[in-house]
Nanobody, 119 residues
Framework: QVQLVESGGGLVRPGGSLRLSCAAS????????MGWYRQAPGKRRELVAG???????NVADSVKARFTISRDNAKNSVDLQMNSLKPEDTAVYYC?????????????WGQGTQVTVSS
C-alpha cells in the first residue's frame, strides 16, 4: 500500500497564493505518475495537474497559466504551487499516485485538503 499525506490547504483571498504538498510513503517502489485532482461541491473530481517520474507534466487548461506542479523523486513528494487564485478554484484537492508493479496498476489517493478562495 501507498500512503499519501497532503498539507498546505486553507483560506486565501482572490489573487493570493497557496502551495500544496504531498508526501508518499509505504510501498513506493514502482510509483510512476503523481498529481493533484480537485472536487468542488456538486461537481465531478477533475485533474488539476500530473507529473511523471521523468518530469513530463499535464496541466488543466483552466489553471495552466497560474499553477505549477513539481516533484522530488528522491523524497517521493509532489507540490502544487497555486498563484492568482480565483473563487472557482475552491475545492477539496486530492493528491494521487499511480504505481505500476509487475504489470499491475494501482491508484492511490490522499485524504484531501480544503482550498477556499474567498474575500
Amino acid at each position: 500500500q501507498v500512503q499519501l499525506v497532503e498539507s498546505g490547504g486553507g483560506l486565501v483571498r482572490p489573487g493570493g497564493s497557496l502551495r500544496l504538498s504531498c508526501a508518499a510513503s509505504g510501498s513506493i517502489f514502482g510509483i510512476s505518475s503523481m498529481g493533484w485532482y480537485r472536487q468542488a461541491p456538486g461537481k465531478r473530481r477533475e485533474l488539476v495537474a500530473g507529473i511523471t517520474t521523468g518530469g513530463s507534466t499535464n496541466v488543466a487548461d483552466s489553471v495552466k497559466a497560474r499553477f505549477t506542479i513539481s516533484r522530488d523523486n528522491a523524497k517521493n513528494s509532489v507540490d502544487l504551487q497555486m498563484n492568482s487564485l480565483k473563487p472557482e478554484d475552491t475545492a477539496v484537492y486530492y493528491c494521487a499516485a499511480t504505481r505500476m508493479l509487475y504489470g499491475v496498476r494501482s491508484d492511490y489517493w490522499g485524504q484531501g485538503t480544503q482550498v477556499t478562495v474567498s474575500s
